[in-house]
Each structure stands twice: as C-alpha cells, then as structure tokens.
C-alpha cells in the first residue's frame, strides 16, 4: 500500500474514531477528557516539509473541528505540533540516521526512549494549547495544570495501546536514491 493511501487511511480512521467513540465517552473527571486523533499527525512521514506538516496539520484539525462544533480549537492545537514537529524530531535524533533508514517516527526508527520523549513532548503541547484556548483564562492554575495533566495522562494511556494493538511496520530503505 503506498504512504499515501495509507495516510488518507488513518486521516479518516482517526477522525471517525475521535468524533464517534472517544467524544461519546461522558468524561471521567471534569478533567479528563480522552484524545487520540493527534496521533495522525506524530504519525506523518519524516520527509514532509514544516509547510506541508503544518497545513495538513490545520486541515486534519479543521476536520475535527467541523465534526465536533469546536471553533478552531483543534486546527490551532494541530498546527502548533505539526509545526514544532521536525524540530522535537531534529532534537532528539541526528538528521541523517532517521531520514535515509526509515520512512516515519515508531519505536522502531526512534529507539524506545527518544519515540516517548517525543510524544511525551508533542501530547504536553498538544494537550496545553488546546486546553488553554478552551479555557482562555488563568482563574486557577492548578485547575488548567490538572485538566492538562490528567488528559496527558490518558492520552498516553490511549497511545501506548494504540502502539501495542496496531504495530506498525518500518521498513528499513536500504535503496536511498
């Protein structure tokens, strides 16, 4: 299957599985609120330009927010990781060795400890961001820390199984014309 059916693929998949199952999950605290689509986009090839990450970014989260009536909370939130995307990537490996070996970011491409670092750091900003625009206000900051921190939680929660069900094949390019 080529990388870019396969991207539309999980497009869909993700959006669907977000507006339809996660979202009709009645929260389990007032501060924790599932998420997972966001994967898409720390599932993106490593070769797509910051331009490119981040209007697929904006457009993926668009979609979200379409479906769920949210203005633009979603779009922003995406954009933002899609752009600081490369930079986390460029931080926690050496430029060379993850973009002639693999195609995209996975335990296998990463090593175990900089793919976690990676999506610890993403799903914080995510999470952050987007809470902080729902929010729009520092009334009390140990209740905009504990919304964020317990989404987190859960969404790493939600990643972690998602991994471990859905094991993705990185396959190793050892023809790098």
Not at 1 to 17: D, E, G
Not at 36 to 44: A, C, N, S
Request: include cysteine; glycine fraction near 6%.
């Amino acid at each position: 299957m080529s990388n870019l059916l396969k991207n539309i693929i999980r497009f869909i998949v993700f959006i669907l599985f977000q507006v339809f199952v996660l979202d009709n999950i009645q929260p389990l605290h007032r501060f924790i609120i599932p998420y997972l689509y966001f994967l898409f986009i720390l599932w993106l090839p490593f070769k797509i330009s910051r331009g490119g990450l981040s209007l697929l970014g904006f457009l993926f989260g668009l979609c979200l927010d379409f479906f769920t009536k949210t203005p633009g909370l979603h779009a922003a939130a995406c954009t933002l990781i899609a752009y600081v995307r490369p930079f986390i990537i460029g931080l926690l490996m050496p430029k060379e060795s993850y973009e002639i070996s693999y195609a995209e970011p996975s335990f296998t491409s990463m090593g175990l400890m900089p793919y976690f670092v990676y999506v610890l750091i993403l799903t914080v900003l995510h999470h952050s961001y987007l809470v902080f625009l729902e929010w729009l206000e520092f009334g009390n900051f140990f209740y905009f820390l504990g919304k964020v921190f317990a989404t987190t939680g859960i969404s790493l929660l939600l990643i972690l199984i998602t991994e471990i069900l859905f094991v993705r094949k990185s396959r190793y390019r050892t023809n790098v014309a």
